[in-house]
Structure formats: C-alpha cells, structure tokens
C-alpha cells in the first residue's frame, strides 16, 4: 500500500490532514481528519471544507457511471464519526434536533453530511436517496433526504442535506446511513443532544473512505528504523563514549523494548547500582543490576513515554514519581506518575517484552525520532550508578545523557514536542540537560554490536492491530480482543466490556490532552477492563496512546478492583504483607469489600506523607516512612513484586506477585475506578494516557452506569481526618 501525505494549515488551531491510500487493487481512497479548536469551529468551518475539498482535489477518480458500487459516507480519519455540519450555522455535533433560530417553514436541524461512490441518474432528486439513523434501543428513525448537490469542481463528492425528525430525542450518537438503488452505505456516527452511547460499530467498520472491508489485519512494524539507522545510532554513541573516555553499555530499541542494538564498549561497566535517597539494604536501594538491562530499562522508558505528540525521556520521568512535583518542593503533592518505575515489569504478563528493569528515571534514555515519528529509544549505562536526579536546578550533565544525546544526532524529537515545551499545572517539564552536542572528531569501531532485524532487515512486528472500538479508531492485541465475559453470575458480560470501553474511548476523543501538542489535542489512552478476579476482559489503546499505559491501564484496573473487593485484607495477610493490613487497620481502613477505591485514593494511601506531600506527617499506611524513602523504596507497591521482580532478572517466573489477580503487580497514581452491577462489584476499569485527571475523566465515564453506590465510595471515608478522594476531573475538560 503506497501512502502520500497532504497537510494545510488555516490558522494556528486548524489542520487538515489527509492520507492517500492506493489498495491493492490500485483504487484511491481518501481519509482525512479535521483537529479543530471548538472555538474556532464556526468560523473555520467554510475554510476546513474548501480545504477538505481543495486537497481531495488533486486526486484522480474514475467517472462513476449508475450505482453499481456500495455508497460510501466520509467520516473522520480516525474514527467512524462522520463529517457533519449543521447545514445553517456549519457547526459540528453534537445537533440538538431543534435549531435555535428558524430559518424555514420548521425549526427542525438539517445535518451537513459528504458522500462519495454515489451519482444520480439524469432526472432524479433527492428523494431518490433515503436515510435513516439507528439509537443504542435500536430504534431506526427515518431522515428525510432534502437536498442533494454536487461539490464544485469535484465531481466524484457529493454532499447531502438531511433533516432530522422531531421524534429524535437527547440519544447520543446515532448510526446514519443512506440507501440508493437499493444499495445502502456505509453507517456513520453521529451525535444527536450528546456525544457518546450509542450502539457498537458495525462489524468490519473503518474511518472512511478508507476501505470498507478490510482484510485481515496486518501487524505494523514495531518502529520504522532499519539497521543501517541503529548502526548509525550506536556509532555515533560509542563515538562520543570514546572521545569522553568513558565506555558504556549502548542499548536502542523499538516503540515497544524490543532490542534492536547493544554494544557493550569494551571496558564498559557490566553492573550498576541501584541508589538514591533511602535506607541502604531497603527496598531497592544497594541492589546491584546488570547495566545492560539498566541500558535497556532507560531506552524503553523513553521510547514508551513518547509519542507524535509528545517525547519525553528517563530525566522527564525522574521529575514526575518523586515525593513532591517538581522534585525538592516542600508541601507540593507527590509526582503525577509516583509510582509508575513499577509497571512493565519482566515479571508481568501484559507488556511483553517487558521494560527489563521497570521504567526508569536515571537521566540518559532519550526518545528517537525518524522523519518527525516517534521510533524507539536510545539507553546509556556506565557509571556505575542507577538513580534518579535529586536537584533538578543545577543543569547537570552526566555523560550517560551526553552520550546518548550524542548519539541520536539526526534522530532528534521535533522542539515542538519536547518534554520541556510541555507544562503540567503550570510547571514546565524537564527533557534533557544537553543539547546540539558536538560530532566526535572521531568514528569509534562497534565491532561486536548486536543489530537485531528479521531477514531482510524486516524491524519486528507490532503487538497492536488497528480496531475501531465505539467508533473510536485505535489498537488492540490479539491477546485481548474479542472482549470476554468476567467469571461468575452477575459478571460483566462481553457487551458490557463493549459498552465500557467504548463510553471511556468516546470520552477520551473530546478530552483535551494534558501532555500533548500540540494545544489542543484530545486524549490517546490506553483502556482497560478487567474482572474481580483480575482476569482481562478487554484492553483498548487509541491510536497514538502512550505504550506506557498499556501495562499501566491493567496495573490500575487490577488495584481499583483488588482493594474493593471482600479479600483484599485476607490476602494480603495472606502473602506476607499483614504489616501493612495492621497499618490500615489503625487508621480505621479494612479492605474488606465495604467501600469502593480508586487508584486515587490507593494512591493516597501510598505517599510518604499524609495528606499527600504535606511535609512534617506521617506516612500513608501503605507508605515507606519518609526517612527510609526513596523511588527504589516506596513501599507496598515494590514490596508486593520484590522477591519475583528480583527472580525475573534470571529468567522467566509466572506472576510478579503471590497474590492471585495481581499478576502484573499495583500501581499507585489515578485512573482507575471499581465497577458495579446492582451494587455488586464486578470488576475495574483502567486508564493511562495523557494526564492522570484526564485518566479519572475517561475512567469515570467509561464506567458510567457501573458505578459504585455514592455512599460506598472512598470519598466516604475520612483518614486522620481527611478525607480520601475517588476521582478528581480536569477543569474545563472537553475540546
Ligand atoms: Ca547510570
Ligand atoms: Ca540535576
């Protein structure tokens, strides 16, 4: 499949972006996506259409003769959302089925929509086309097809004018479609007084047009670098390694920790040391690590963390899991992803390969970029020590980040997206302490570099697979999809799961990004449900989503429906953690399937000081005291995975916990809610992505409809006379 891009720009909050895509039968297709600042809609709406249509334009159809081929309606690029405007005012969805001001006989809507594939005969009208809308009871309300025109210059589109029937009430998005000689399109999302509910796509739907019927999917490539790329990388590594004088371990991997290169620089250090803050011989600290996995940890963390809108790398990551965010300043609330060096651990069964050591902080993993697109990571260990930077004000320069920066010359994230271009709650984040570093005078020899490509140079597969879920374009492993029924009676069924996933997908797609550029993009999340077990029931990651969050989502589902369940105190009595149970206990806490907890709230509980990052308390009951603390030290979360995370390092094991359902162990920051059905828990929803209020505001609405009674909920429940929260929702949160 040959691909082209077209991209315009009207204004600072428009884009238009298009992708051509030629099949194998050689027929051109056509998707495009509008981002559009909701504010800017209005006026933008004429401007986007011209240029929708301008860029169409350069495309060469085929005169199409009598309706022999299906119809096909436009939506979205990334999405089953159809491309619609209020056919007065041209604003989007979703459409009241009254418009405020009359213009014609009636005050009912009439919708904008676009087709293509469909050409009139010589004589007919609109009433020759029918149209009709289907809501989540399956309800079908017919739309009357009032108006019928061409595009100018553009002979292949055409656009219709449909009203909708004062019957429709406030049902969310309804599934639109037209028939024409007897030939139905396809069906289109569109939202009728809300967005969102709704039935479930139909089978094999795609944003269009692309392909209507896809064929079995394909596995993309994991990244797009081919060894000549990562030779060049680690040459240019071990290049400035040797000029510094300082031989190190250079490890790059794909999007996803698959090792596509490792040197080991003769003379490089084969261990490293785990160190910071806490007590020696506690937790992690003093642990010695062999540095190729250090290597490793650093270039899957930054490769995971980055995304096309945003690159973040094992410095940024080391600024936002300490005690207090930003690092160092008292009486500020613990880091946004305290907690988060704990996921994609080798000893668990979601992200596989894992990220060896966990997700890193120590500053020389930098993200890699090939033509703008996020490709993998770069990792550098040598010195001997794995940590995380204390003092984020002095500017330092470890040769670890020197070396790696040194390395990816040329591989460079665009400035735009670059951790310290982005700010959370005002504070700007950090990316890396060296910038433009020199070409070393000379090329050091990688003899004895392992570049790990298929036959051919083929880079490896991607776990993902392209679905569209709830009319949301995004990703799922074959591991966890189709969706699948909880165990027992009363379970969740896969229908349900559906529904969840869906609402949360739906959500995510309004919600403004906190981490993403640029301005103004919605939310990419990883989604996941799973039982009271903690069995998977389903994951779903949007296009562009953090790989982060895949493990991460699971992380926070398990922890969510663990601690509400009735055995979360026996258990972890059971597995050796009753210290923690009795710590609980004194602050009136059972965990014996009373209240309903969020990961917000676990999390809560898990800081080194209560409330949250006021200095001068005690810690939480879950929590290392502070004078024992640090990232390698921080408690239940690491003490519950210690013993089978330090087995993992020498080979496989089958659960990174003794603790049935925790298999990939807890995490510890918001997204995550317990799921109910007639008041009896059921399961957990899960998400990571761009923002962890964001995360609370897609949980919640995926969970809505299996929410915890509001009198079981952990904001029930005060601690030492707080009280403890459950979800904590963005202001201003939509697009
Ligand atoms: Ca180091
Ligand atoms: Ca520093």
């Known amino acids: 499949m040959k691909r082209a891009q077209i991209s315009k720009s009207v ?97 009912a809507t009439r919708i904008m929509l676009f087709a293509m594939n469909l050409q009139l005969q010589p004589g007919e009208t609109a009433s020759a086309v029918t149209a009709d ?36 009430a406030d049902v969310g998005d309804v599934l639109v479609r037209i028939k024409y000689g007897g030939v139905q399109s396809n069906r289109v999302r569109v939202g009728i007084g809300h967005v969102g509910d709704g039935l479930p796509d139909d089978t094999g739907a795609v944003p269009t047009p692309g392909l209507i019927a896809p064929g079995p999917p394909t596995g993309a490539a994991a990244t797009n670098l081919n060894p000549t790329d990562v030779q060049t990388i680690l040459q240019q590594a071990a290049s400035a390694a040797t000029a510094l004088g300082k031989p190190v371990n250079i490890v790059v991997t794909d999007r996803e920790a698959n090792a596509l290169g490792f040197f080991a620089m003769p003379g490089a250090p084969a261990t490293t040391t785990v160190r910071s803050v806490g007590t020696l011989g506690q937790g992690l600290e003093g642990g010695v690590v062999p540095a190729a996995l250090a290597a490793t940890a650093k ?131 950090p990316f890396s302490n060296v910038s433009n570093p020199p070409a070393p005078s000379t090329t050091a020899s990688i003899a004895g570099a392992t570049i790990s490509f298929g036959p051919g ?168 005291a502070i004078a024992d603390w640090s990232p390698f030290n921080v408690g239940l979360q690491l003490d519950l995975v210690k013993t089978n995370f330090l087995a993992s390092l020498g080979g496989p094991v089958a659960s990174c916990t003794a603790i049935p359902g925790l298999t990939n162990g807890i995490q510890i920051f918001p997204g995550s809610v317990p799921l109910y059905k007639n008041g009896v828990l059921v399961g957990a929803i899960g998400i990571s992505g761009d923002g962890v209020d964001q995360d609370d505001l897609i949980a919640a609405a995926g969970a809505n409809g299996f929410s915890p009674p509001a009198g079981i909920r952990s904001d029930q429940i005060f601690v030492r006379g707080v009280r403890l929260p459950f979800v904590k929702f963005p202001r201003s949160p939509n697009l």
């Open 11 to 107: 204004d600072g909050s428009t884009r238009l972006c298009g992708t051509l895509l030629r099949d194998s039968s050689g027929c051109l297709t056509f998707a495009f996506a509008m981002l559009l600042n909701a504010k800017s809609s209005l006026r933008a709406a004429p401007f986007l259409l011209t240029l929708v249509l301008l860029a169409i334009s350069s495309i060469r159809f085929q005169d199409v003769g009598a309706q022999t081929t299906r119809p096909t309606l436009i939506s979205n690029a990334d999405s089953t959302r159809a491309i619609a405007f209020e056919s007065v005012t041209r604003q989007r969805e979703p459409f009241n089925t009254t418009v405020q001001l009359k213009f014609g006989a009636d005050s």
């Open 133 to 168: 809308a289907e809501d989540a009871t399956h309800t079908i309300y017919p739309l009357t097809v009032e108006h019928i025109d061409s595009v100018p210059d553009q002979p292949w589109a055409l656009s219709l004018v449909v009203r909708l029937p004062s019957n429709l």
């Open 299 to 429: 270039a899957a963390t930054a490769a995971f963390f980055s995304t096309t809108g945003n690159a973040f790398t094992t410095r940024t990551a080391g600024f936002i899991i300490q005690e207090h965010f930003p690092p160092g300043i008292s009486f500020r609330a613990g880091g946004p992803l305290y907690g988060v060096q704990f996921s994609s651990l080798p000893c668990g069964d979601i992200k596989i390969p894992s990220a060896r050591l966990g997700l890193s902080g120590d500053p020389g993993g930098l993200p890699i970029y090939k033509n703008g697109l996020p490709a993998g990571g770069i990792g550098i260990e040598g010195d001997g020590l794995y940590t995380v930077d204390r003092v984020p004000t002095d500017d330092d320069q470890p040769f670890e980040e020197l070396i790696a920066a040194s390395g990816i010359r040329g591989f460079e994230a665009p400035p735009l997206i670059r951790g310290d271009n982005i700010l959370v709650d005002g504070i700007r984040l």
């Open 457 to 624: 140079g083929v880079p490896p597969d991607s776990e993902f697979v392209p679905q569209v879920v709830g009319g949301i374009a995004g990703e799922v492993s074959p591991r966890f999809f189709p969706f699948i029924a909880g165990a027992g009676p009363n379970a969740l069924t896969a229908s349900d799961v559906n529904t969840i996933i869906s609402h949360a997908a739906q959500q995510a797609n309004i919600t403004r990004a906190a981490i993403r550029q640029p301005l103004g993009s919605n939310a990419r999340v990883t989604i996941a449900v799973v039982d009271t077990a903690g069995v998977v029931l389903g994951v779903f990651r949007q296009q562009d989503a953090p790989v982060f969050g895949y493990d991460v989502a699971v992380q926070k589902a398990r922890t969510a429906a663990f601690f509400s369940s009735a055995n979360a105190a026996s258990s972890l009595q059971a597995a050796g953690f009753g210290s923690y149970v009795a710590h609980a206990n004194a602050d009136g806490l059972r965990f014996d399937g009373a209240f309903a907890f969020s990961d917000r709230a676990i999390g809560f509980l898990h800081r080194p000081f209560f409330p949250d990052g006021i200095n001068d308390t005690a810690a939480g009951p879950f929590s290392t």
